[in-house]
Nanobody, 121 residues
Protein backbone atom coordinates (compact mmCIF):
# COMPACT_ATOMS: atom_id res chain seq x y z
CA UNK A 1 0.00 0.00 0.00
CA UNK A 2 1.36 3.39 -0.96
CA UNK A 3 1.35 5.86 1.91
CA UNK A 4 1.52 9.61 2.01
CA UNK A 5 4.25 11.45 3.90
CA UNK A 6 3.68 14.91 5.31
CA UNK A 7 6.51 17.28 6.10
CA UNK A 8 7.08 20.90 7.01
CA UNK A 9 5.47 21.04 10.43
CA UNK A 10 7.11 22.65 13.41
CA UNK A 11 6.95 25.39 16.02
CA UNK A 12 6.13 28.91 14.91
CA UNK A 13 5.06 32.12 16.62
CA UNK A 14 1.59 33.53 16.12
CA UNK A 15 1.44 35.50 12.90
CA UNK A 16 4.08 33.35 11.26
CA UNK A 17 3.90 30.99 8.30
CA UNK A 18 4.60 27.37 7.48
CA UNK A 19 4.32 25.33 4.31
CA UNK A 20 3.34 21.71 4.60
CA UNK A 21 4.09 19.17 1.87
CA UNK A 22 2.44 15.85 1.11
CA UNK A 23 4.02 13.27 -1.18
CA UNK A 24 3.69 9.56 -1.82
CA UNK A 25 6.11 7.14 -0.16
CA UNK A 26 6.68 5.35 -3.49
CA UNK A 27 6.68 6.24 -7.13
CA UNK A 28 3.14 6.81 -8.44
CA UNK A 29 1.65 7.92 -11.71
CA UNK A 30 -0.42 10.81 -10.44
CA UNK A 31 -2.10 12.35 -7.42
CA UNK A 32 -5.70 13.46 -7.73
CA UNK A 33 -8.21 14.83 -5.25
CA UNK A 34 -6.38 15.71 -2.04
CA UNK A 35 -7.42 17.01 1.33
CA UNK A 36 -5.71 18.40 4.38
CA UNK A 37 -7.25 17.71 7.77
CA UNK A 38 -6.15 18.52 11.29
CA UNK A 39 -6.77 17.20 14.74
CA UNK A 40 -6.18 19.25 17.85
CA UNK A 41 -5.86 17.63 21.29
CA UNK A 42 -9.26 16.54 22.57
CA UNK A 43 -11.00 17.44 19.33
CA UNK A 44 -12.24 15.56 16.31
CA UNK A 45 -10.32 15.57 13.06
CA UNK A 46 -11.62 18.27 10.72
CA UNK A 47 -11.18 18.76 7.00
CA UNK A 48 -9.75 22.21 6.41
CA UNK A 49 -8.84 22.31 2.72
CA UNK A 50 -9.18 20.19 -0.37
CA UNK A 51 -8.33 20.37 -4.04
CA UNK A 52 -10.13 18.39 -6.74
CA UNK A 53 -8.55 16.65 -9.71
CA UNK A 54 -9.49 19.70 -11.76
CA UNK A 55 -7.93 22.12 -9.32
CA UNK A 56 -11.02 23.43 -7.56
CA UNK A 57 -10.24 24.33 -3.97
CA UNK A 58 -12.44 24.60 -0.91
CA UNK A 59 -11.61 25.72 2.62
CA UNK A 60 -13.09 25.58 6.07
CA UNK A 61 -14.19 28.95 7.39
CA UNK A 62 -11.56 28.72 10.12
CA UNK A 63 -8.70 28.88 7.61
CA UNK A 64 -10.22 30.70 4.65
CA UNK A 65 -8.08 33.63 3.56
CA UNK A 66 -5.05 32.38 5.50
CA UNK A 67 -4.32 28.91 4.10
CA UNK A 68 -3.79 27.93 0.47
CA UNK A 69 -3.80 24.38 -0.90
CA UNK A 70 -1.98 23.69 -4.15
CA UNK A 71 -0.70 20.76 -6.16
CA UNK A 72 2.40 20.33 -8.30
CA UNK A 73 1.54 17.57 -10.77
CA UNK A 74 5.13 17.40 -12.05
CA UNK A 75 6.34 16.07 -8.72
CA UNK A 76 3.05 14.62 -7.43
CA UNK A 77 3.16 16.77 -4.33
CA UNK A 78 0.43 18.74 -2.60
CA UNK A 79 1.15 21.76 -0.42
CA UNK A 80 -0.61 23.67 2.30
CA UNK A 81 0.67 27.21 2.70
CA UNK A 82 -0.34 28.51 6.11
CA UNK A 83 -0.07 32.22 6.82
CA UNK A 84 -1.12 34.39 9.76
CA UNK A 85 -1.01 31.37 12.03
CA UNK A 86 -2.89 31.47 15.32
CA UNK A 87 -2.46 29.40 18.50
CA UNK A 88 -5.77 27.69 17.70
CA UNK A 89 -4.18 26.30 14.53
CA UNK A 90 -2.06 24.04 16.74
CA UNK A 91 -2.81 20.46 15.69
CA UNK A 92 -1.52 17.41 13.89
CA UNK A 93 -2.05 17.96 10.18
CA UNK A 94 -2.85 15.05 7.86
CA UNK A 95 -3.18 14.73 4.12
CA UNK A 96 -5.21 12.20 2.22
CA UNK A 97 -5.38 11.67 -1.51
CA UNK A 98 -6.68 9.60 -4.37
CA UNK A 99 -3.67 8.18 -6.21
CA UNK A 100 -3.13 6.49 -9.54
CA UNK A 101 -0.46 3.97 -8.64
CA UNK A 102 0.35 2.31 -11.96
CA UNK A 103 0.05 2.77 -15.70
CA UNK A 104 -2.91 0.39 -15.88
CA UNK A 105 -5.01 2.95 -14.05
CA UNK A 106 -5.18 1.34 -10.62
CA UNK A 107 -6.28 3.79 -7.99
CA UNK A 108 -5.74 3.86 -4.25
CA UNK A 109 -6.83 6.15 -1.46
CA UNK A 110 -4.06 6.97 0.99
CA UNK A 111 -3.48 8.83 4.24
CA UNK A 112 -0.37 10.18 5.87
CA UNK A 113 0.67 9.80 9.49
CA UNK A 114 0.56 13.51 10.17
CA UNK A 115 2.91 16.34 11.01
CA UNK A 116 2.72 18.44 14.17
CA UNK A 117 2.14 22.18 13.90
CA UNK A 118 2.47 24.21 17.08
CA UNK A 119 1.73 27.92 17.16
CA UNK A 120 2.92 29.83 20.21
CA UNK A 121 1.28 33.03 21.40
Amino acid sequence: QVQLVESGGGLVQAGGSLRLSCAASESIVSIHATGWSRQAPGKQRELIADISSGGTTTYADSVKGRFTISRDNAVNTVYLQMNSLKPEDTAVYYCNADLQIDRWGRRQSAWGRGTQVTVSS
